[in-house]
């Protein structure tokens, strides 16, 4: 099924481990985007990239990497998971954000 | 700097009656402007959105956004609520043509909730 697919759904880490939260796409999508969703705050934009090979920073990037090698994957690395990084994480694809983002259905992270 | 405001937190309307769900923003360049709904444990889901051209945008399950340039807002709107209505929607803005092409900014999000 074409779509925005996100791995794992839930994951539970303790401070200071590491992790890796895979999106990957089947629509030939340019855009992708990580956010994360917090309450009361909306969704923050952590990390975009507008093509392979291209990405940028958004509103709360710390803490977090990303890589575009493939116009398909576009992962998220915590480096070393905070409590402040329990949130619930989106991806989202666009075809150059003109005709709606499609979301994944999120990965809930829980650090302790 | 680039925003988008939801300024209720939450709107409580009765089935049967119109809804509103407040959006203004705040962007340098043309603004691409969206709707989203969010259920509960579920991803966002794409409403409307507006482009260029008329100002009236209508889009799934029967909402419709306003666009008022002069007012910087995007209003979405629905002429009878339903029960089903009820969640979380957040109104987003996209701008074209600046060294920000690609970010997608999302207000805050309002919950809507329509009672029988």
């Known amino acids: 099924n074409a779509g925005v697919t996100q791995t794992p759904k839930f994951q539970v880490l303790k401070t200071g481990q590491s992790m890796t939260l895979q999106c990957a796409q089947d629509m030939n999508h340019e855009y992708m985007s990580w956010y994360r969703q917090d309450p009361g705050m909306g969704l923050r934009l952590i990390h975009y990239s507008v093509g392979a090979g291209i990405t940028d920073q958004g509103e709360v990037p710390n803490g977090y990497n990303v890589s575009r090698s493939t116009t398909e994957d576009f992962p998220l690395r915590l480096l070393s998971a905070a409590p402040s990084q329990t949130s619930v994480y989106f991806c989202?694809?666009?075809?150059?954000?003109?005709?709606?983002?499609?979301f994944g259905s999120g990965t809930r992270l829980t650090v302790v | 700097a680039q925003s988008v405001a939801q300024p209720e937190d939450q709107v409580n309307v009765a089935e049967g009656n119109p809804l509103t769900v407040k959006c203004t923003y705040s962007?340098?360049?043309?603004?691409?402007l969206f709707w989203y709904v969010q259920y509960p444990n579920r991803g966002l889901q794409f409403l409307l959105k507006?482009?260029?051209?008329?100002?009236l945008v209508k889009g799934s399950y029967g909402f419709e956004a306003e666009f008022n340039k002069s007012q910087t807002s995007f209003h979405l709107k629905k002429p009878s609520a339903l029960v089903s209505d009820s969640a979380l929607y957040f109104c987003?803005?996209?701008?074209?043509?600046?060294?920000?092409?690609?970010?997608?900014?999302f207000g805050q999000g309002t919950t809507l909730q329509v009672k029988p």
């Open positions: 987003a803005v996209r701008v074209e043509g600046s060294s920000n092409t690609g970010k997608l900014i």
């Open positions: 507006y482009i260029t051209g008329d100002n």
């Open positions: 989202a694809s666009s075809y150059q954000g003109k005709i709606g983002y499609t």
């Open positions: 962007v340098s360049g043309n603004p691409y």
